[in-house]
């Protein structure tokens, strides 16, 4: 199984970018695929969750109304649409997969090596 992120880079506040979650090696229908991500001296948090039996998908409340998820089932890929940057959203983001309907990071099975994001002010 494995888990590659992409999409990553440095984008200016105000900026968009999009991530792109490859999976391999597994039904893509029974998991659910959460992003994370991890800023230097933070914990890891979750930034969504999207259940890929019905596409039902939650967001954390900072970045509600500005980042996206969605996926492509045929390519086994989800993806996060991340508009309205801002500079606290540098962090590294991953995806994780978990057989099941919810992402709650230690129940996580797989995990990307994630990708950095960089919003400069």
């Known amino acids: 199984v494995q888990l590659v992120e992409s999409g990553g880079g440095l984008v200016q506040a105000g900026g968009s970018l999009r991530l792109s979650c490859a999976a391999s090696?597994?039904?893509?229908?029974?998991?659910?695929i959460g992003w994370f991500r991890q800023a230097p001296g933070i914990e890891r948090e979750g930034v969504s969750c999207r259940i890929m039996s019905d596409g039902a998908t939650y967001y954390a409340d900072f970045v509600k109304g500005r980042f996206t998820t969605s996926s492509d089932n045929s390519k086994n890929t989800v993806y996060l649409q991340m508009d309205s940057l801002k500079p606290e959203d540098t962090a590294v983001y991953y995806c994780?997969?978990?057989?099941?309907?919810?992402?709650?990071?230690?129940?996580?099975?797989?995990w990307g090596k994630g990708t950095l994001v960089t919003v400069s002010s």
């Open positions: 090696e597994f039904t893509f229908e029974d998991y659910a």
């Open positions: 994780a997969a978990h057989q099941g309907v919810r992402c709650l990071e230690p129940e996580m099975d797989y």
